[in-house]
């Protein structure tokens, strides 16, 4: 029962099922969802950590990879987070209380001078579902304000995202400046004008074309 409920949050993680009222995906209508499904998995007295652990970081691996592979496309990765985000509304209390740890901790935020957002929020959403905590410092970030928040919240690293070739150049200034002040955290660099060369030349720690891949990387840079 335990193992078939599991599966059930998985897959509506991965197909971005999540409530019973959600018409997404189709053939789905009139089921339960990721909301209602955490919910009863709780009740049952699974373990929160295994809900996360077997339940959302699987699904969302599974999203991860599929996108990466362009099996599938924006749309259905922004259904899948608001599928996991109504799980995780059930998880959040455990967090705060202690029960279950976060794996990391990671400040994100889109260099300054650049306004886009979504590239950033979904590096987020793949973050949350593997079990990170995420800082979001928005849009428009300076290195005073990056440095600002990671002495506020002493995170395990640091994502810096630029959508705009203009702007990537501000992230050398900005990851020379944390490395100074912070050298023992991990920075991560992406965005649609950025490659693994960019990364190596302003001295990140790593870089990924795709969200899944930057939170793996990050991962294995740590471990």
């Known amino acids: 029962m335990e193992n078939k409920l599991l599966q059930k949050i998985a897959e509506c993680v991965e197909r971005g099922k999540v ?103 979904i590096v987020g959403m793949f973050f949350e579902g593997g079990g990170w905590e995420v800082i979001d410092c928005g849009v428009d970030v300076s290195e005073p304000k990056f440095l600002k928040s990671i002495e506020e919240h002493t995170p395990d690293a640091v994502g810096l995202s630029a959508l705009l070739t203009t702007t990537m150049v501000n992230m050398e200034g900005i990851v020379k400046g944390i490395k100074t002040r912070y050298p023992d955290i991990k920075v991560i660099v992406g965005g649609a004008p950025v490659t693994g060369a960019f990364a190596d030349k302003i001295g990140a720690d790593g870089y990924s074309p795709d969200p899944q891949g930057a939170l793996d990387q990050l991962i294995a840079e740590l471990t």
């Open 19 to 121: 409530d019973i009222k959600s018409p997404h995906p189709p053939d789905m209508q009139g089921s339960e969802g990721a909301d209602e499904l955490t919910a009863r998995a709780l009740e049952a007295g699974i373990a929160p950590h295994e809900v996360l652990s077997r339940s959302l970081i699987e699904g969302m691996k599974v999203v991860g990879e599929r996108f990466r592979n362009n099996e599938i496309y924006l749309p259905d990765v922004l259904m899948s987070a608001r599928a996991m985000n109504a799980a995780m509304e059930h998880l959040k209390p455990h967090f705060t209380s202690g029960k279950v740890k976060y794996k990391g901790r990671i400040v994100l935020g889109t260099v300054a001078g650049d306004l886009h957002d979504i590239g950033k929020k």
